[in-house]
């Protein structure tokens, strides 16, 4: 039973930063890709950052390269977001997901999902 919760969201101002969290259960670490997506009111999920737990690869969208960073830890079966440099823009829920295999852009080719936290910039 694949389980991933996330955590660290909440509000903050125009330029901050947040970590975010997602802690990962019932699946073979090394085997899967992880990522964050996000979804703003009525915009489609967008695909964040992704990292690979085997090859050490990692993927960013164009809006939030330079400023967020993705990060793994296997001991803690924990997937983290770095946030820096905040923009209104990313307000959205953030979500976690997982996949075996290579990371992927696109929201369908993840098959676990967490319930999502929540992230606003204040402007």
């Known amino acids: 039973q694949v389980q991933l919760v996330e955590s660290g969201g909440g509000l903050v101002q125009v330029g901050g930063s947040l970590r975010l969290s997602c802690a990962a259960s019932g699946l073979t670490f090394s085997r899967y890709t992880m990522g964050w997506f996000r979804q703003a009111p009525g915009k489609e999920r967008e695909f964040v950052a992704a990292i690979g737990w085997s090859g050490g690869s990692t993927y960013y969208s164009d809006s939030v390269k330079g400023r967020f960073t993705i990060s793994s830890d296997n001991a803690k079966s924990t997937v983290y977001l770095q946030m820096n440099s905040l923009k209104p823009e990313d307000t959205a829920v953030y979500y976690c997901?997982?996949?075996?295999?290579?990371?992927?852009?696109?929201?369908?080719?993840?098959?676990?999902w967490g319930q999502g936290t929540q992230v606003t910039v204040s402007s």
């Open positions: 997901a997982g996949r075996i295999g290579q990371p992927r852009v696109v929201a369908n080719e993840y098959e676990y």
